[in-house]
């Protein structure tokens, strides 16, 4: 099982940027959509965006959308989320998950079976 360590979160202030890092182990990571979901007190984890195993394709939710942007580094295990213009609401753990299969199946409801613990992520208004 591939594990994953995320980095990068911390407090903000509105109208902010945060780049976050998600480290996988092991030699399989250019084989794995990557993908990073949120979840905020008493909500649901939503779908933040994926990216394809070779980086071609990426799609976001609607919360990402014209704001930020996934991108990946296979030389370093390594999937990114840069985000702009940070609000409030986009308060939240923010988790980065690994799936094997190919990008066309992700699941955007309950993502891949490897999850990392999570960074938090403070907006201030």
């Known amino acids: 099982q591939v594990q994953l360590v995320e980095s990068g979160g911390g407090l903000v202030q509105a109208g902010g940027s945060l780049r976050l890092s998600c480290v996988a182990s092991?030699?399989?990571?250019?084989?794995?959509?990557m993908g990073w979901f949120r979840q905020a007190p008493g909500k649901e984890r939503e779908f933040v965006a994926f990216?394809?195993?070779?980086?071609?394709?990426?799609e976001y939710g609607y919360s990402a959308q014209g704001r930020w942007s996934i991108s990946r580094d296979n030389a370093k295990n390594t999937v990114y989320l840069e985000m702009n213009n940070l609000k409030p609401e986009d308060t939240a753990v923010y988790y980065c998950?690994?799936?094997?299969?190919?990008?066309?199946?992700?699941?955007?409801?309950?993502?891949?079976?490897?999850w990392g613990q999570g960074t938090q992520v403070t907006v201030s208004s």
């Open positions: 998950n690994a799936d094997q299969y190919y990008y066309s199946t992700y699941d955007k409801v309950y993502g891949g079976k490897a």
């Open positions: 092991g030699n399989m990571f250019n084989f794995y959509t």
């Open positions: 990216i394809s195993h070779d980086g071609s394709t990426t």
